[in-house]
């Protein structure tokens, strides 16, 4: 099995999410675990929902916007899908019910219960897509499988519970190949409660599904040709890199290179799992 991650930058209108199934189009005979972020700029904008929730700040007229570009986009990349569809907004409305009530004591925890959707979201249009387009696949909560503790906005996985969990998913899900589509950036706890991993956690979740599963490989698909030795945009003369080793791609990160989020390396290299960035 191959972990594939596609950020929100790859799936922020149709188009991206039809270059999706053309991607995975290159790939026919390979079970795949799909890792998606929230849309675009969908996690920017719940955050200002949840601090309008917290403020009593009235947020419907921002929650209609994302549900309107969600179910825009979903038309389009699988027009008639009624199921879909209704999925979609079953989702939203139980989010503007949450919204309709009184904020708890914890403002981090309300955060996770909120923007988290950004991927349940996208993560369904996205399935919905790949079936359209003849890419047999199934949607799998990703807070069924990773548990963590309640360190609501930078939750710490329990790579036991983890793993227990994620045991049995390939034999559940039907077909050949496998494919599956999840969310990054979210988790849950013991109890029952969706947490978050942190801004741009998603390819840390990528990361996570391979230790759990085994992975052979994780790719992180982007729009940039790979890892460069500085900042391209910054410095005239660098260098694509081909190949690097755990340890300098983990300096590389933690010293600002933003292709990688810092902590996605160390389950992988606990395994020896390589990590590949492609176009
Ligand atoms: N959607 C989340 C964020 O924007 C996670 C991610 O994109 O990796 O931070
Ligand atoms: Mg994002």
Same mark, same amino acid.
């Given at each position: ?93 139980? &989010?503007?019910?949450?919204?309709? =009530?009184?904020?708890?004591?914890? $403002? ?5 219960? +909120? !923007?988290? @959707? %950004? ?41 036991? &519970?983890?793993?227990?969990?994620? =045991?049995?998913?390939?034999?559940? $899900? ?5 494919? +599956? !589509?999840? @969310? %990054? ?95």
């Amino acid at each position: 099995m191959k972990v594939f991650k596609f950020g929100g930058a790859s799936v922020k209108d149709a188009a991206g999410v039809r270059n999706v199934a053309n991607v995975l189009r290159h790939f026919p005979n390979d079970d795949l675990l799909i890792v998606v972020s929230a849309m675009g700029k969908t996690t920017n904008a719940l955050e200002e929902v949840v601090w309008g929730f917290c403020d009593g700040v009235p947020v419907a007229e921002k929650m209609e916007a994302l549900r309107k570009s969600h179910l825009t986009v979903l038309a389009e990349a699988a027009p008639n899908d009624v199921a879909a569809a209704a999925e979609l907004v079953l989702h939203f409305d139980r &989010l503007n019910t949450f919204l309709k =009530g009184k904020p708890s004591e914890s $403002v981090d925890r309300d955060y996770d219960q +909120i !923007v988290s @959707q %950004g991927e349940i979201w996208s993560t369904l249009i996205v399935s919905a897509h790949l079936k359209h387009a003849g890419l047999s696949n199934a949607w799998v909560d990703a807070r069924t499988i990773v548990r963590t503790d309640d360190t609501y906005r930078s939750a710490r996985v329990d790579w036991d &519970l983890s793993e227990r969990r994620a =045991g049995g998913l390939l034999n559940e $899900v039907p077909g050949s190949p496998k494919r +599956i !589509v999840t @969310q %990054g950036f979210i988790g849950f706890n013991a109890e029952g409660d969706t947490t978050t991993l942190g801004r741009e956690g998603s390819d840390f979740s990528a990361a996570i599904f391979a230790y759990l599963l085994d992975a052979e490989s994780v790719t992180i698909w982007k729009d940039v040709p790979g890892m460069f030795n500085a900042d391209p945009k910054r410095f005239p003369d660098t260098k694509l890199l081909s190949h690097i080793s755990y340890k300098e791609a983990i300096e590389l990160s933690y010293f600002g290179a933003s292709v990688i989020h810092p902590r996605t390396l160390q389950p992988l290299q606990r395994k020896s799992i390589p990590l590949y960035v492609r176009s």
